[in-house]
């Protein structure tokens, strides 16, 4: 089974940007829909953008605007790049299939924003 691991989140202020990365151990080439989830403390994990083998994305209300996701195929990686970061984007963020999360999850990577 392809094995996820996401990368790249750290501590920032707000307003400031953060690029996440979610390399699989295998091809992704033949899953169709991909996403970023995310888990504040306390709050459950909730769906925060989508996209498909060919590119097409969705958001979520919260983060439109200021999220963009891609996936390169040939390398097997999926991206989020997250601008005018905000306090209440601090979470544990994951990348797994959706609608249904059919991947294990790995480890997260936690994005901290300071007020």
């Known amino acids: 089974q392809v094995q996820l691991v996401e990368s790249g989140g750290g501590l920032v202020q707000a307003g400031e940007a953060l690029r996440l990365s979610c390399s699989a151990s295998?091809?992704?080439?033949?899953?169709?829909?991909m996403g970023w989830y995310r888990q504040a403390p306390g709050k459950q994990r909730e769906l925060v953008a989508t996209v498909t083998r060919g590119g097409s994305t969705t958001y979520a209300d919260s983060v439109k605007g200021r999220f963009t996701i891609s996936r390169d195929n040939a390398r097997n990686t999926m991206y989020l790049q997250m601008n005018s970061l905000k306090p209440e984007d601090t979470a544990v963020y994951y990348c797994n299939t959706i609608p249904k999360a059919l991947l294990s999850w790995g480890q997260g990577t936690q994005v901290t924003v300071s007020s």
């Open positions: 295998g091809s992704i080439y033949s899953i169709n829909d």
